[in-house]
């Protein structure tokens, strides 16, 4: 358990079992519950001594030098989103289409000069979405088009494998093989590159999450599944409402300049959720939420931390027994 | 294993292992995948002979006789919707808002005198969103209007009470009792009746998913606890996109006197998906999906099935080891 956290500090908050209650839905397992603490509306939290995973969730609304932005990828899908893009888009190195995502990018613009001001880098996928005249535009730009017909994989995971040789190709100082059109991207990864990369890479993908609720969870489940396949990446999820993003299994340090930079409303602290969505039941210790908790396990049918406050002014630290994916909320 | 599961019919489809690659994302793990049947676009499906639920999800489309309306409340949360309300609102013999859900139904129509055709039964919850001008409205209208101040349950869980009560105290030709403010609601229901009822009653819940996705977890865990704790009560999320719902552990039969009654735009068949969000793997048996499965063993961070197809004519079945969540497109 982490030494770090303190039980109790001081503060004025209504009484414990009342929000909690509220806040933490349980079966009624009462020995399921470990310890809740609440905290005011801001915190201290240091960074752990212990090791740890830092994640920076929010580096795509902060990164400003280049060796930042670099790889912070944005990635567009095909459904409606209502996120300011020229925000996002200053603060990643680069940027991908995935099919009818790109039609998305280019409605989003009211003319042809705005369009060449905001080009994606790569479009990619099976193009069974993908209009004629937006694929005409950005190719005549010299955006990369790339065809993928092969239905072995979606066009996520298409995409992808774009990023993963992007990145592994620049760091070696190659250009780009010819790619087949059926399944050459998935060949050139594995042949070329043994399917594998160090490159910590934060991938932020629009769109994904909020439409048919089958999608949503299997985008979920790819998030999880992502990181033990493919552990250089990680995977941000920008809906209209918040950002969804994995824990992993040990002490993570979760860290930002500021929390108006994610919730301009700081009205109350910003919203968020721990949410068991792997295989297995998750303990958790937590220090910077408005319900900290301490051996507290979390599993779906049991209870579950929804409705939860970020306090922690510059980072929160959650210690979990297993990846957990969790949700911010977002008012840009 | 059900017997009635044909393991090949005839059919005019791709193949197979393309599209269901395309469905079902595995972990890699290929001795979970049991076996799958890509089936045509239409398929008879017969009520199971065995013993089995059976599921009349869209009765919120199709109720008509005043015996089968009854059972079927429409609760009406405090997020936006885009559902055509009136088009369900005939077919549901009650109406419950959820604390602001009520501003959402006062705010849906243009003016008093058509409010005034579209009266809830009851507006129920602690009333921190509840604007004072439609609490004044419906009050001169005479809906019951229920405050529940105390916080060791959310709005809805106490409007679940509320619709429980209403049935229990109808079917003994009760009069309503006087309800204590804090938490009276709870207190009638397990003293007056136990804190249980077999009245078997269907609960339409708009506008609770889609939003903060803590929010949407939170509503899915309450979906499988809440059959757990009170089944006799069987609960639909309504979303901008699709209908969630259980079934339930064993053979479920999910009936509807066709598929456009759901689902308008039937150039292909509804979209659909089996999505384990419970504690346990799930092994499926199904009749009557595109991509049907037999010992198909599903878990979150390895096979779900998504993007996949209701082609069960009027019914189809699924039998499953667990209770599962599924989700089926609606268009309406």
Known sequence: MLSVIPKSISFNGRALSQNFRHSCHSNGNMSEQGEVFERPDTVVVDPPLEKHHTIEPFAFLTSVKESERKY????????AFKTDLKTIWVHCGLVVCSDGGANRLHDYFAND???????????????DSLRDDVRGFYKSKGVKIIPQYGQYSNDFQKSVRCIQLHYSFLEQGRQWLEVDEDDGLKEIWENEFGGASDIQIRIYALSVIGGRFDQTIQSINQLYILHQ???NLHLFFITNDDLIFLLYKGVNYVMY???????????????CGLLPLGDKPVTLNSFGFRYDVQNWLTKMMGQVSSSN???????????CSE?????????L
């Open 72 to 79: 912070n990828v944005l990635l567009i899908s095909n459904q």
């Open 113 to 127: 000069q705005e369009r060449g001001d905001y080009l994606p880098n790569y479009i990619v996928g099976d193009f």
């Open 229 to 231: 396949k493919e552990p």
């Open 257 to 271: 300049p500021n929390r108006a930079i994610f919730c301009k409303n700081m009205s109350s602290p910003p919203l």
């Open 309 to 319: 406050r970020v306090v922690g002014k510059k980072g929160f630290i959650v210690e």
């Open 323 to 331: 990846d957990i994916s969790m949700n911010v909320e977002l008012s």
